[in-house]
């Protein structure tokens, strides 16, 4: 019965197993978006160090709230004696127990501290949206890539059935003694040439199934289905649009990190000179003697006031000051070439996207033509009045316009990414 049962749930742990690695995912875009920014292992790092920075603002806050220690000793002299005024002493033994209410009273240095942690943890949020930003941008692009690559594959297969076709009516042909076999050999030679160019993009796409089942952190077994087209998301609406917003360069993650490391080196300057400042604190200790010694002169009872003052440092603290000033400098003048750098970028983007979009007009025009002059070419063949040759070089040129055409595309989509993630879309 034991083995039964046991038999039993090996099956089912096997088919469920089975079934979380066929995984299929169905995914739009905005989908694909979504999953990531749930499933993506370095978002979740971003996420992680969040909930650090977190941690250690509740540290630093803590370090200014009561602390309670509790200590234990025992002690024994060994048979150790005094004379003290003629009289003998002996000591023996002893055992306490102390504990020990501490407060911070007062440290400029713990105000400051606390500022910093507190715009650490800014810091660490506003990470983590540049990271997902980052990580959105990617999954767009590895998206794009895929759409691209399957069309690619789509015009090369539609090559390749037009030359099985030619094919086909040249071998009838030399059949009929009206061609040589030669003929018919150039175009089955331009048919494998065409297939292996299929074999290669279709070994392309899987790559970038690959990365984009990384970028979505799901199994590298897991079945992706692509739901949008290429169609749906060539919007020339929505990109010419895209063209017309304006960009605003507060909104940006990389911006708002680089003023917060600003603010952060400000903070570090004005901690530097809280060093200067006294530190006091008071305490409370009580002790228990479980085993009170011979001679007991000590309180059980303590209360006291703890300050110290660093008055003269050599000038150390003076030149730490000195450094922190020198840092902000330097953050001044990392935003101020950040601006800059930004504004070029963003009018790079909008000439990228503007150049992507004539070009793949034109090249779809000339996608047109190409398939109109191998459609000639073909007939001509059919009629004895083109070679085998001139059927090859037109159809080498057809797939170099394919290639051209299926290249804009992927610029128009790389161009328009690049110009959303700019302007804070995603």
Known sequence: MRTRISLLLLFVSAFAYYGRAQEKLSLSLEDARLHAQQYNRTLKNAGLSVQEAQSALWESISKGLPQIEVTGAYQNYLGASANFQGMKIQFGHSGSIQTQVSQLLFNGSYWIGLELSKLSLEIAVTSKRKTEQDVIQQVTTSYNSILVSERTTQLLRQNKENLLDIQKRTQATVNAGAATQTDADQIAVQVSSVDNMIKSNERQTELAYNMLRIQLGVNASTTIELKDSLNSLMNEDKTFKLLGEQFDMSKNPTMQLTEKQLELSKKQVNLQKASWLPTLSGYYSYTYKYIKP?????????????????????GGTYSKVKQAKFQVQANENNLAALKDQLMVQEKQARFNLSNALDKLNTQTKSLEVSNKVFADISRKHDHGMATSLDVTTASNNLLQVQTNYVTALYEVLTAKTDLEQLLNKF
Do not use: R
């Not at 001679?295 to 703890?306: A, F, K, Y």
């Open 294 to 314: 011979t001679l007991d002169l000590s309180p059980s009872s303590v209360v006291g006031l703890q300050a110290s003052w660093p008055l003269f440092t050599s």
